[in-house]
């Protein structure tokens, strides 16, 4: 597609459980972003991948959470034994390469844990 | 560590009135500056971005300035219409990595 996709565009798990948030950046962008907006703490970073790798995961907020990259393309973020305090949209950006700042976004996906 | 102030929280005008939304970041040693547009219950989307050699940026009825020295940002848009009503988020990109840092956005109601 044209644009960055994110799946599922809701979840809702119950407290315990394991989740896994997929991201399908922007066909030839080499750098993504993960993001978090939850009420009272707005949009905040979580990770950042350059290709495969994630150079920058100082915002990962605690070890429950990790994330990869495939084939320099989709991403997955997990997020383990999950709490109600992860609820929230987990957004996925990508931005084409070093010489491009600007970053396209996904719709999000809508974690809500009971 | 940067931090990024968009204020009031909120901002409801009449049909066609000019308006400016205001971004201060603590840290003026950014790379660039983003304004973005959310719609309730959807992602966002870019409406301009700046570079740190930039002043302004023009996009129809968007002008967002820049004044890195001071830390400011300015949202310009002329002749708001009700489809304007969204929540509008300001971004700095600092460091290599060009992670983004988010105000916590000002929603718009504009009134017909």
Do not use: M
Not at chain 1, 13 to 18: A, F, I, L, N, S
Not at chain 1, 89 to 106: D, H, I, M, N, T
Not at chain 2, 35 to 58: A, C, M, N, V, Y
């Amino acid at each position: 597609g044209a644009g960055v996709s994110q799946s599922p565009s809701n979840k809702v798990t119950e407290k315990g459980k394991d989740v896994e948030l997929r991201c399908d950046p922007i066909s030839g962008h080499t750098a993504l972003y993960w993001y978090r907006q939850s009420l009272g703490q707005g949009l905040e970073f979580l990770i950042y991948f350059q290709g495969n790798s994630a150079p920058d995961k100082s915002g990962l907020p605690s070890d429950r959470f990790s994330a990869e990259r495939t084939g320099g393309s989709v991403s997955t973020l997990t997020i383990q034994r999950t709490q109600q305090e992860d609820s929230a949209v987990y957004l996925c950006a990508s931005r084409a390469g070093p010489k491009s700042y600007e970053q396209y976004f996904g719709p999000g996906t809508r974690l809500t844990v009971t | 560590k940067q931090e990024v102030t968009q204020i009031p929280a909120a901002l409801s005008v009449p049909e066609g009135e000019n308006l400016v939304l205001n971004c201060s970041f603590t840290d003026s040693a950014i790379y660039n500056l983003q304004w973005f547009r959310q719609d309730p219950g959807k992602g966002l989307t870019s409406l301009l971005l700046i570079q740190s050699s930039q002043r302004e940026q023009t996009s129809g009825r968007l002008n967002a300035s820049l004044d890195k020295s001071s830390g400011r940002s300015t949202l310009y848009i002329a002749a708001s219409q009700p489809g304007d009503s969204a929540t509008y988020l300001c971004a700095v990109i600092t460091g290599a990595n060009s992670k983004l840092t988010f105000g916590k956005g000002i929603t718009l109601s504009v009134r017909p």
